[in-house]
Structures are given as structure tokens and as C-alpha cells.
């Protein structure tokens, strides 16, 4: 059992008086979430799991509980509600801190909170005891929030001493959103918590058992740190029936000086399986097949560049267990370069435009939890219902998987918010889950919307739609697509319209050929870069003429974004100068300009005759020139296969409906990858 549901019978000294749902000394416990503290060498994630200082919440209005003045103007919330700094060494362990006298810390924190409306919504759960153990003198003020973000206080305990303490708290309010926490304030002496965490009734359920499941593509370093994390974390360990690595590169984990030492502290968990790249659909798909093949309950997806909190396995193993029926249970992903920063709180399909949406409007993508608490963030209390969640940690109830198969064979886009709309189709909810995370290269740093990713977005998004739209022709993912192709080709992004046509052509050729194409495409798309200057990366910028323009921008203020009412009139004008208008010698010759990733937006890279853009990842960069042939056949190409797309719209959306089930199957996997498995590593 795992140390996040271990069974207790405390009595229930210091139970709030004021419950409603006070429960005898005689009923057992198991926790649902321990109270957590960052290691050692995670200091930089402090405010993920503490928040030193006062309860200070948002400014909310004691009338109407808005976060707007009398005239409209939203309240200022505060940048930090922090009191103290916090001190590495006060952290004991991984679940005892002190409080130095005097002071006060709140779990009012993303790893700490109990996030109760969630498991009001989802569970089983009617009721939810903190149970809090102490030494030293202090005070306990446990707090909750609603749904609009304010604060309330609950119940508090003087302890003194040794002390174990419980609260027993209700569910019934958290309807649409709200958290429970508590907050440590020391007396003239330090308060030292020794451990609490958020119980619930043992309901005399075995544990699930879960298949953890990594799809790799050369990021060794990564899967064994993740691996030796899972080494040190038995409360992980506990619940996991396999680690399954599935590694789809060229460089080889089990090939790595160290794999022997890591593999040896996993006796009986590890597995490797190497096989073709299959992109993260095949990686995962293999995952899913193997977690019902060896009779897991669970399999939990999981990327192979993060880093993760060990914590969130059990924690979302604790609430799949209890959810009313089998759902898809998700963990959050933060920013494995700036670690307090979440990147989504969750996501939605937004069915119109056929593209990932915020199902709250107020929703912050890239929120700093440093600088934005918890408790002074209101939509962080609004309870977010999604149709999917990323597979970088995601747990799927085999009971599922053998209900609506595995993944769609799309490689490495859309592959998760096309399986959690299936699933949502077959009665089977997603829940991203506050409390479970990992840290991921977040997407600033990648662009995948230029260059041979584009491929797999618009076709995996083109044919998710097919499946899935409720409208009749995809509603305006059509007219997206191509205006993007416009974008792209009046940018000089010709690879990228290229690959972006060639995607058009397969969605146009029908289901039936994606297991067999599975492996080929992403080799003839990066085969393609030859072809093409945008797409030919040089490490040196000195590789290139310096940038030099004979003409230089009107008044030296330089290129802007054309107003709405003028933006059609302009983008004809942009067009017609780059079908008719030669390149001028001198750009033939040199680039006009060097152009940071940042600034390389469409109306600006398209008056230009040629110019050097880096890459988002900082590591090239490419001579962008201007082609008028190429973008006259290009554009007329893309015309093309729009029109016939939108005309022939209702025949593939049949046939993809049709084909779905089957191509997403265990027994069409099962051949593929038959085919294309390499090799099997036990330890």
C-alpha cells in the first residue's frame, strides 16, 4: 500500500466542533494526500508547497463577490501575500518543516492544498478529515475557499507539546470550485510539523495497479533520472505493478554506462522495449497494450522529458480508485526552466475552430504560482472541467482502453485530446487533477507549428476533426488551415507549406493507410529539408553574408502589424508583390536583415526579399529567400486541396467515423507492432 493511503484510527482529538460530519474514533482512515515538502535539490519550487505569510487572499467585494470595483475596474490582487523567507533548512523531510517562532507558513499551495471540489465532483467522497501531527507550541487555522476565490476561515487548534490533531470537513459546499488548507503559526517557540495529511473513510478497496509507462526518442538522461527518482520514492514504487520504458531512439537506455546501477535498484519492475519510432502514439499505444497484456488497472502515460513529483503517482492512483466511474486522471504540467510556472490549469477542444482552448475564460496560461499564490488567484479555485489532458502524466483505467481501443496511429500530435474526446464520447470523463504534476520544457522555447511538426498538426488535427466535429464540414478549421498556408508561404516558409500539403494529400487519401505510413512519413518530411533554404539550419551565423538592405524601412520606424480594417487590402498588396515582383539581385545575394524568433511574424518576415531567421530553440538558423515560382505553385496547390477537402468533407467523415474503432484497435496495433519491435530488456 502506498504511503499516500495508509490506513489510521486516531481518535478524533481536536475534531472541529462545528462539522457536520464529525465521524467516530472507531472508523478507519486512509490518506488521500500527504502533506509534501520540496528535496533538497528542488528549493527553487518552495512556493509550489509553502507560502510564508499571512492568509491574505484576493480582493474580492463583500456584496457580489466580483473581483471589480463599483465601476467596472477589475482589484488589484496582491503580487505576493509572503511575510518571511523561507529557509532551506527548515525543511527536515520530505513531510517535516518548523515553524520558527514567532512565524507562520500556509499550505495554501498547489502540492498542498486538498483541491475538495474536485473530489466532491468526481468521487465517492463525502468528507475529508486533516489530520495534523505537531510538537512545540502553536496554533492551527484551517481555511477554505469557494468557487469565486474568497477566503473563509474554518476551525482553529492551540496545540502544545506533542500533539496530534484532526479536523473533520465537509464536502457539501465545494459545488463549482473551492480548496480546504491550514495554515502554522509558532508561539515564542518553533512549532515543528512532523507530518498531516488529508484523510478519507476507508472504504476496504485494494489499491489499483498501475503500468507507468515512458515513450523515449533520445533523452537517456532524462528517462534514468526519472527512473532513479522512482528508485527513491517507495511510496511510488508501492502502487507500480511495471515500469515500462518504450524506446524508439537511436541511442539506447539500456545502453547508457549507467543503466546496470539504476535497473538494479528496480528489481522485477523494469522492462524495455525497443522498437521503430512510432512517434508518441505508437510509444504510447505500446504502453496501453502491455498495461492491459499483464493486467495493470491502470496504465499512467507518462513523457520522457520531465521531471516528476513522485508524490502525484499516488496521488492520482488515491482519486481514480474513488471516482464514481472510470476516469481518465491527469496530472498539470509546470515549466522545467522557470519550476513555479504552470502552463495550463486545463484544456478544452473548442468545437468551432477544432483547436486546444481554456475552458475559463480568466484562465492564465504560464501563471507563476510565485508571484500569483494560490490564494489570491481566484479562477484557481473555479473547478476546470476538460476533455483531455497532455499525455506528459496521464492515468487511463485499462477497463478503458479495452472499451475504445488505444491511440488514434497519428504519431505525435493530437494523439491525447483525440483519445480524451473518445473517451468523453463513451461516457468516460477526463479530470486534470490540482496536486499531481511534472516539470516540462514548456512550449516558449519550441515553435512545432514551423518546420516538418507541421505535418502531423494540421493532418492529426484535420482528421480528429473529421471524427469528432459536430458540425458539418469541421466548422472553420478549413478556413484556418489555410489561411495559415498563406501565412506560411508569404513568410518564405516553403518546407513548412510543403509538409503542410503533404498532410492535406494523406487526410484526402483515407484511414486505412495510417498504421502503414506510421514510420515512413517523418522520415520523407526531414528528407524534404534539402529541398528547401528555410528549412537548412547553420549553428554559426557567420556562415552567412552579413545582412545588408539597399532600401531601408520608411523613416527607419520599420515593419507593423496592418489595423483589422486595413488587413485585407494590405495582405493583397503583400500577396501580389510576392507572386509578380522579382527578388531583387542584391537579396539574391545577401539577406536583408537577421531576425530574431521572437520577432519573426508573418507581416513583417513578408517584406522582406530574404532574411536570416533563428530557430525558438536558439541553437540555428536559416537564410529565408523569396521565391515567387515557388509560391505560385504552392499556392496554388493549397487551393486545391482545400477546395477538394471542403467538397468531399461529409464522404471522409463518414469513412473516418467508420474506420476510427478499427485502426485505433488492440488487434491493428498488435500487427504493427509485431513489425516493428527491435528487441526486449528485463530487469
Known sequence: MSADATSTNQPATGTSTGSDTATGSDERFTTLQRVILPTAAQMDTIPLYVDIGSAAGAQLSTMDGSAEDSRGVERAAPVSSSGGTAHAEDFISRTATTVRAGSRISFATYFNAFPASYWRRWTTLEAVRLSVRTRGTGTIIVYKSNARGSLQRVDSRRVSGPADTVFDLPLAPFGDGGWYWFDLVAGNEALILDEA????????????????????????????????????????????????????????????????????????????????NLGGSGGFSRGMYEAVQNGSDYALLLDDDVVIEPASISRLLTFADRCRKPTIVGGHMFDLYNRTVLHTFGEVVNPWRFQPDQPVPEQVLGHDLERFTLRNTPWLHRRVDVDYNGWWMDLIPTSVIREIGLSLPVFIKWDDAEYGLRAKKAGYPTVSLPGAAVWHVSWIDKDDLVGWQAYFHIRNRLISALIHSPYERGGKVLRESGYADIKHLISMQYYTAAGRAMALEDVLAGPEQLHRILPERIKQIRAMTSEYPDAQLAADVEKYPAPHVEKPPRHGQGFSAPGYSKLIPWAAKTVARQLIAPVSPSAQARPQAHIAHQDNKWWRISQYDSALVSNAEGTGVAWYRRDPAELRQQLARSAALHAQLLREWPRLRRQYRDAAARIASAEAWEETFTAYTESEVRR
Open 197 to 276: 495529511g488529508w484523510q478519507g473513510v476507508d472504504e476496504g478497496r485494494t489499491p489499483g495497479r498501475i503500468t507507468l509507462q515512458i515513450t523515449t526518442m533520445n533523452k537517456v538522461s532524462y528517462c534514468l533520472d526519472n527512473l532513479r527518482l522512482l528508485a527513491d520514492s517507495p511510496e511510488a514504487l508501492d502502487v507500480l505493478q511495471e515500469i515500462l520504458i518504450v524506446d524508439q531512439g537511436s541511442t539506447k537506455v539500456a545502453d547508457h554506462p549507467d543503466f546496470e546501477a539504476v535497473a538494479a535498484r528496480l528489481p522485477g519492475k523494469l522492462r524495455i522495449i525497443n522498437q521503430a
